[in-house]
């Protein structure tokens, strides 16, 4: 695949996909919470069926989250391949100064192969963010059971995984994936957050498009091999998809099926990537077919569920008639529009905003919040999604609580006037949240509302204001 070139394209029906199943297969997701982003269907390698749901677009390069942990494993598989490490060897031989004075048996014993499985030996994950030494934290955890016979899910198992391959061949996840992985495929702009040691993140982390994903996803389900060349070994793959520890019980099904080298096991002899929030990569080898969702939810087993009851029955199965699945666009707020200037100076808040400038007009207005480096312009229309680009935007869906700084988001905004409060939701497009920017006139405050953490561990979320 040369540079930018993307996936071939087919349709459902040339791909023998029953376009009623995958309609009933969104219609489930949609009734039971599931938030659908993007979808993509493929088989043989070929795209049948692609939808976003209006404001998001396939250029969107998104923070997947744990789909991140599926790249740190496949770059340890390189490593492997190339000499540069093994399964068998110990994890504090990487680390030798970050171990504590008194290291125990099982900390010492503890492998690469441990880390990959989640079976650490940890009986709780260590809390790495915050501080500035996450390998440093990694090791003065306890690890009261022997490794391999115990699985945790484990991010800070992830990273330490990233660290040793940034150790081993000098690079960073992205500079060492990009000749072996990204250039292979035509992935483009990938970007990974780091920890403050300057390491990719390795359990979460990375940003990139839904094509991308099922780049992997193929490579994984073809036993490594991509159009002409064998990218991985196809032993590392085969075990990498395979069964590899217990993780049972667990009260929803597909989380209780086992893992593989970070890669979940699924029912019906499949595999997946997944990410916090709804990321998916979902493998269906007896169908030569991948699922990619990028959605939000906080019950990630009613995707499967719909999965299994609908999209898996509609492989080669013929339509009783003839139909166009479509993926509805995300509903806009229903907010009054109406004419309204104002100009405010804040008081003393933890995101740096000195003063707020607020335009609106019946169909829509901007935002307009200032700190001493930038003027975040937010536009937002009272009937549509309105999106753009914010530079430095100091408020950011900082979910895992390790964005330090102002970032550059894409987002869609819409709202507009519930009696005398501005109301805008805004999604950022590059992640899966929203979060609500709330004037209320009336007492002259700022709020933020959302499902992050950033506000309420930063001393609260509201902003009070002074009309000039």
Known sequence: MSKNQSLDRTTLQQAAIDPNGVQDFIDACLQNGSELHQLMIIRDGKVAFEGCSDPYQPQDRRHVYSISKSWTATAVGFAIAEGRLSLTDQVVSFFPDDLPPDPSKNLMEMQVRDLLVMGCGQDTEPTVRRTDHWVHAFFQHPVPHRPGTKFLYNTAGSYILAAIVQKVTGQDLVDYLRPRLFEPLGIEQVSWD???????????????????????????????????????????????????????????????????YQIWQCRHGCFRFDGAYGQYMVAIPQKNALVVALSHTVQMQVFLDALWEHLLPAFDRMPAADSCPELPPCPVPQHRGRCFNAEYTCTENPWGIGSVSVRCYEDGGQIVLHTAEHAVCLAFGTDEWRRTQVIGCPICPDVLGVVTSPADHIVAAAGGWDGDTLQVTVRYCDTPHAIVWQLDTGSDTLTFSGETRAFSENGGCAVPLHRR
């Open 194 to 260: 780091h920890s403050p040691e300057g390491i990719c993140c390795g359990g979460f982390g990375i940003h990139l498009l839904a094509e991308d994903i099922a780049k992997l996803g193929l490579v994984y389900l073809n036993g490594g091999h991509w159009q002409d060349k064998q990218l991985l070994p196809e032993d590392w793959v085969r075990q990498a998809v395979s069964r590899q520890i217990s993780n049972a019980p667990h009260p929803d099904p597909d989380w209780a099926q086992g893992y593989g």
